[in-house]
């Protein structure tokens, strides 16, 4: 990515044991504005509803975005079928 509040340290990827992703998001982060926003957001069909993508976002949220002092986060998905 070519962006200056890009940072890889913050794509969060879920892999199998067999390294297939699974699923994945990435955290932007505003320092001066202590927003956070959390996008794209996916995860494969056969993985859904089991709580991957939960704890994913979660982890983002209770471990990233505490250590940054982010005060608020947008989480920017669409629904797929």
């Known amino acids: 990515m070519n962006s200056p509040?890009?940072?890889?340290?913050?794509d969060l990827v879920v892999e199998t044991d067999n390294a297939e992703?699974?699923?994945y998001c990435t955290l932007w982060d505003d320092p001066?504005?202590?927003i956070a926003i959390l996008?794209?957001?996916?995860?494969?069909?056969?993985?859904?509803?089991?709580g991957i993508m939960k704890s994913t976002l979660l982890?983002?949220?209770?471990t990233e975005c505490l250590?940054?002092?982010?005060?608020?986060v947008y989480l920017?998905?669409?629904?797929?079928?």
Do not use: T
């Not at 982890?59 to 209770?62: K, Q, S």
């Not at 920017?76 to 079928?81: A, D, P, R």
């Open 5 to 10: 509040s890009y940072r890889d340290a913050l």
């Open 21 to 23: 992703i699974i699923a």
């Open 32 to 34: 001066v504005s202590k």
């Open 39 to 50: 996008e794209p957001v996916a995860c494969v069909r056969e993985y859904r509803r089991k």
């Open 59 to 62: 982890y983002g949220m209770n």
């Open 67 to 72: 250590v940054m002092s982010i005060m608020f």
């Open 76 to 81: 920017n998905c669409q629904f797929m079928k």
